[in-house]
């Protein structure tokens, strides 16, 4: 009973913080509520027995993520001014709103025939999960099971990981390493030829 | 009918933020704020996942002495490996927003059109 609770209490913050998200200009803090919102959600993932998850999210999603997006708006912010206000936007509401709504009711109608919260005999318990459960210690020796999946059953998995964000590494260093001590001839040069 | 609410209320809310965020990605023009209304929607995608795996009254996926109940171990290492390559993907749309921001000096939309004609 406590963990529903805990459970409706998380995810009434958490859809209070996206609301708030929406509907504030403020870039500044935008960014710092979505910091909040990974912290709640990092708690969540506890409440829900995925603590691993929950130090990642924690570390990566409010961590980097929110020094990643500061450090964004310290670049793109105008001078002199000490927040960065979002313009007021010319798109129509309702038009998003009816393909969110639409979206939204195609979906919870996709969930009646989602086993019911935490049911032990859902498909998703009763085929490879149990065999990961019962032989990850006696086969790797590591007593934490999503370690023991990620880092040696699915060992090539996680190399493809490391693959994947050295290439987002070097794509962002190609984009924005280096490039504001070019001289402004050169960039302009440049975008002339992009033109052409 | 209680039942079925009980059972099914966690992924009602997820698909509410889920919303919110794909509603944040549309409505605004803000490069920033799409970003962010993107990663809402990614966090609520991790959250149904972690939903699925969760068994009642079971454990944290760490054996343990005189426990008998694990939640599935398997949406949980998906995840992690999604949430690490989400922050990277991120952090290449801010750096595609810092570009633009030298390139056209606005990181709105709708001035973004107006400058670029072949848009």
Same mark, same amino acid.
Request: aromatic share 8%; no cysteine; proline share 4%.
């Given at each position: ?9 998380l ?35 506890v ?7 929950? *130090? ?60 019911? *919260? ?29 370690t ?7 060992? *090539? ?12 590494a ?27 | ?13 997820v ?19 799409k ?56 952090a ?26 072949s848009?």
């Amino acid at each position: 009973m406590i963990d529903i609770v805990i459970d409706i209490t998380l995810l009434a913050f958490l859809a209070i913080t996206s609301v708030a998200i929406v509907r504030m200009t403020n870039l500044f803090a935008i960014v710092m509520l979505f910091g909040i919102f990974s912290l709640l959600s990092a708690g969540l993932f506890v409440v829900m027995d995925a603590p691993d998850v929950a *130090f990642t999210e924690a570390a990566v999603g409010a961590g980097i993520s929110t020094v990643l997006m500061l450090a964004t708006l310290a670049l793109v912010k105008k001078p002199r001014e000490p927040f960065y206000n979002e313009a007021p936007h010319a798109h129509r509401a309702w038009l998003s709103l009816v393909v969110v709504a639409v979206t939204g009711a195609a979906l919870v109608y996709g969930t009646w025939d989602i086993p019911r *919260f935490g049911d032990p005999d859902a498909p998703a318990q009763t085929h490879v999960a149990r065999y990961y459960i019962e032989n990850a210690l006696p086969e790797t020796g590591v007593p934490n099971i999503v370690t023991a999946v990620l880092a040696s059953y699915r060992g *090539f998995d996680t190399l493809g990981e490391v693959a994947v964000i050295f290439t987002a590494a070097v794509a962002v260093l190609l984009l924005i390493g280096g490039r504001r001590s070019k001289p402004a001839v050169e960039k302009k040069d440049k975008r002339e030829q992009d033109e052409a | 009918m209680m039942d079925f609410i009980i059972g099914h209320y966690n992924y009602w809310i997820v698909i509410v933020l889920m919303m919110v965020g794909l509603y944040t990605v549309i409505s605004r023009g803000n490069l920033i704020k799409k970003i962010i209304g993107l990663n809402i929607f990614q966090v609520s995608v991790f959250f149904l996942y972690i939903s699925l795996g969760t068994v009642e009254g079971g454990a944290a996926p760490i054996i343990a002495e005189g426990v008998k109940v694990y939640s599935n171990p398997l949406p949980h290492v998906l995840i992690l490996t999604a949430i690490v390559v989400g922050v990277a993907t991120t952090a290449l749309a801010l750096a595609l927003v810092v570009r633009i921001k030298e390139s056209y000096s606005t990181i709105e939309e709708d001035e973004i059109h107006n400058l670029d004609h072949s848009l």
